[in-house]
């Protein structure tokens, strides 16, 4: 049976240590985050994630969500409990403001704890995560009589929310959504059409579900112009705000899928379901890509959560199972055998997992605080430097961390031999889980392309200039201090390659974008590796300096040199490689005629 | 609904074009092989993939073995009627010596058709495949007495073959076991004990079974020199050579597991079961490695098979998906979007797949023949050449194309977005069953090791001499074809790299093995790359050659000249990062301390 202990070392670490999270103490929300009350609050969500979430994740899987005779759905043994426990604890809403009946915290918070949530069990946290995604776009674009209705609702979790997009013919091209809105009498609107691959679409944990729907309002444009928000609730809301009524809104069957069996991944139905217009007519994309880019961070925190999992069961594993001998001579001489993990291949394979999520956290941690400075802060010029780096850090997350991050379950699981092919030790689960971040919330080819495409060339390059102007601020700032070499030199290697391929996009796909396309998923990834390259090289400063002055945890400040040295040693080296492909172009795939594919 | 159609054409093209399978006609089992004939025989054996076994695949995953309450195992709906089509055609015993009733053809032509069979459903042609192999290890060890039993009816298929190893606490390290034989009167033998992961360990496909098993004979030495090989029936064999009572020998249960459902994996326990010894007393695990080679061949197809699956599949998807607008306006303007096969990002991926398939197909070509040469030739001097290829080639082989085959199904599925989690699209069943080769007959960490602590050293190094001065010889042969550069300088390229982290290996991991076990598998990823590249330098070649003469077909070659160059510009320059990783040795990996993981 797999095991889970969240990090909150690690969490508390870069929150206090690395990015301060004392300077934004001016800011709403932060106010009271002393380094205690951080540290109460993690280690209470570690607890509930280790000891509620984690022991219903395996079984979860294997029941699997259920769609009952009657057309209801329930979640697996275990689920109800734990969301009320979740939801009683008041940890649904923790970032929701005030006057929702929230905890007003910052987001960040959320993000950071819900990496736990989702390591303990990914197909469970889904169901909140996706409440936190409703209620921020409600938030900013919804009407104050339609946020009187769901907010309350939402943020105490008591009602959960979705996001209904794909349609069986369109998903990443959303202007050809078919579902339709028509204009009733009072204002509101009658929503027709079917809906697919819609997670938390239909269970038993909530009495109402707060449904955010793409639709076409009669007569709208074609395309991406004539596409409206709507929120839909599977029941009505009656004068009191209670659930009422049912409200033309099914689920007309579950997906089969590969992983998340726990999450009730459902075709929705929507037959003349009454609902309101979010934001402005034709304007639903916009509106949508609040929830989105919210989604997205989530997502990307998914990958990570997946990754540490497994890691921390593959070490278990890596300790027990004895096996062979050190190739240097036995270490465990009385033992039959010495424990894997004496192996140097096990060792490559543990310290690549745990060096790129050590550093996918600090890269999280730094982007969340970016997005409630953007968010929070009243200096409108830092305002718009948080946001800049929100924007352009957000596909590079979403799409290096689920990729990564899978990659990770695969190679903990390689560590358990034939027994991570078996499902009772639950390493197979992760796999499959861990799969599905690298297609939902835009396939990581699309966050490749949004990388490239928009974000790059936003603003003149405003936000990449900042970001590699901090970055090669930071080296010069160390460039004489000897120990820091380790980190900075590799790292300022792989941010002139990262440069240059930068330079090689603007010379030549301003002409042919193709050349964009070809190379936009190793420039993500070039991308992804500078960045946590660069979150090492920060994390080993702190320890660097700590250390002298004697403070803090030698053990921990020594494997944190030691894993940001194999990062900087192993992965960083990887951007020389992904450049030359870059710099290859797009001619080879592109003069290949379709038919001879 | 998933699709297969077997890629005749090219299997011709390598034996006949790139490999000249004439040159061998001399040998026993070539002798008839004109062109015609082979294929006359691949296009049977793709029609029974395609037409046959490919049908079932998908159900046979959902499906999957029961274990029915008295103990028997069930294989999915159509398992039976197909396998009655491959025993009544022949092609268990294609290989097999004709005094056993085989048809006495090539192992290369098993291997080749094998391929076609686990591309269409690799569950089911793992019954087949183990019976082949089990055959290989009796024809080479046993007595003509227990042969006289046996290799008739395996070589029929009336029979099926498997190999027990493995047991609860010990997989690689087969020195661990515990399973015990006993000697009877008759010198025949008793085993007792449990074997876990055991491939079609029981089914009902088979009047019969013929377990390999791995036991250690009362008061042999402990570890691996203690270990014998037995054949234990599932059903004892009578005086006329049919299956008569049962032998001691059950399921105890099925194992439950990421993929390959339509096979049962089974744990098999053996109740004081009756066999025979085959080969010496506590030299098991030599006769055990005629049969693990063989099945190393084997899986190493498999990596490839699904990966040809998942790549025909996400082609036909790219096609007919239209989503989106190509990045240099639309390519179809009457269509309602593009096909994504417009998009770079999706040919890079369609591209990298089948420029690895293509390659990692006559990598199999070439070692197969080397296989069939060294057993066949009466040319000792080819055959120890022969043999050394073959030993140095099969970690590679097994360790690169089920890693890379893995990838390529991931990548695959990736094409189809959120429908490649889907279950009743295939592409998920592909990712789960890929994932057991990378697994199973020596985990690939086992294989990196095998590679670069075994068979580098063997005989001072003289097989992977052979391999690079073979490589060397072909680069220097066309250093001033102009239309050959593309190919052969970044070939170049590529195998100084290997050169030169063999050479590191050589300076520093014989002082320190660790140093060895931690560049083990880049090193076993370069050598993969090298080997590939080579395939390709060696196809251009041959389509040149052809196009200069006016002959053959000009789009097959023309697609082969662009996929080489494909994989030349992007894969090939991978071999710079992994020898960076070599270089670096096992120092930042071996530093911490076990419970600092």
Request: charged share 20%; hydrophobic share 40%.
């Amino acid at each position: 049976m797999p095991a889970y202990k969240a990090p909150v070392k690690e969490t508390l670490f870069l929150l206090n240590d690395v990015f301060n999270i004392e300077q934004y103490r001016s800011l709403r929300g932060f106010e009271d985050l002393s380094p205690d009350l951080l540290s109460a609050i993690f280690e209470e969500a570690g607890k509930l994630a280790g000891e509620v979430l984690q022991p219903i994740n395996l079984s979860g899987d294997q029941q699997g969500c259920k769609r009952l005779p009657d057309g209801s759905i329930t979640t697996p043994d275990g689920f109800i409990a734990a969301y009320n426990t979740l939801k009683d604890g008041g940890w649904v809403g923790l970032s929701a403001d005030e006057a929702h009946g929230g905890q007003g915290l910052p987001a960040t918070l959320t993000i950071l704890i819900n990496e736990y949530f989702a390591s303990a069990n990914l197909a469970f946290g889904m169901y909140a995560g996706l409440s936190q995604g409703a209620y921020a776009a409600l938030n900013v674009h919804a009407s104050d009589d339609v946020k009187s209705k769901f907010m309350e609702k939402l943020a105490s979790g008591e009602w959960t929310g979705t996001m209904n997009l794909t349609e069986p013919h369109c998903g990443t091209d959303l202007g050809l959504l078919r579902t339709k809105a028509v204009r009733a009498d009072d204002g509101s609107y009658n929503i027709s059409g079917t809906k697919i691959f819609i997670s938390a679409g239909d269970h038993d944990l909530a009495e109402n579900i707060v449904h955010l729907v793409l639709a076409r309002i009669e007569g709208a444009p074609e395309g991406t112009k004539g596409v409206s928000l709507f929120v839909v609730p599977k029941r009505k809301v009656d004068a009191d705000g209670n659930a009422a009524e049912t409200n033309g809104v099914t689920c007309g069957s579950l997906e089969e899928k590969m992983g998340i069996h726990g999450n009730a991944t459902c075709v929705m139905n929507f037959d003349d379901a009454n609902g309101w217009l979010i934001g402005e007519e034709n304007r639903g994309l916009k509106a949508m890509f609040v929830m989105m880019n919210e989604a997205r961070m989530g997502v990307a925190v998914q990958g990570l959560s997946v990754s540490e999992a497994a890691y921390q069961n593959a070490v278990t594993y890596a300790r027990d199972r004895l096996q062979g001998r050190s190739l240097t001579g036995p270490k465990f001489p009385d033992k039959i055998a010495d424990p894997i993990i004496v192996h140097p291949d096990i060792r490559r394979t543990l310290m690549s997992i745990r060096s790129f999520n050590e550093a996918a956290r600090a890269l999280i941690v730094w982007t969340a605080l970016k997005s409630d400075e953007a968010h929070r802060t009243p200096d409108s010029d830092a305002r718009q430097k948080a946001s800049d780096h929100l924007s352009l850090l957000t596909p590079v997350l979403k799409g290096v961390l689920t990729d990564r991050g899978f990659d990770n379950t695969v190679a903990a699981q390689q560590v358990y031999g034939g027994h991570g092919y078996i499902s009772e030790w639950g390493m197979e689960q992760f796999v499959r889980d861990a799969r599905i971040p690298m297609i939902y919330e835009g396939a990581n080819g699309i966050q490749a392309l949004d990388l490239v495409g928009r974000k790059l060339p936003a603003d003149g390059g405003r936000a990449l200039q900042a970001f590699l102007g901090e970055i090669g601020m930071f080296i010069q700032a160390h460039a004489t201090d000897e120990d820091m070499q380790p980190f900075v030199l590799p790292l300022k290697t792989a941010a002139e390659d990262l440069q240059a391929a930068t330079m090689w996009f603007m010379q030549n796909a301003l002409g042919n974008p193709d050349h964009a396309g070809a190379g936009s998923t190793d420039y993500m990834h070039m991308f992804g590796l500078v960045s946590l390259g660069y979150m090492w090289a920060r994390m080993a400063h702190v320890c660097l300096q700590q250390k002298s002055e004697g403070k803090g945890d030698v053990a921990f400040h020594d494997d944190k040199l030691l894993l940001g040295t194999f990062f900087a040693e192993r992965h960083l080296p990887e951007t020389a490689f992904r450049r030359v492909r870059v710099e290859n172009g797009s001619e080879s795939m592109m003069k290949m005629a379709a038919d001879r594919f």
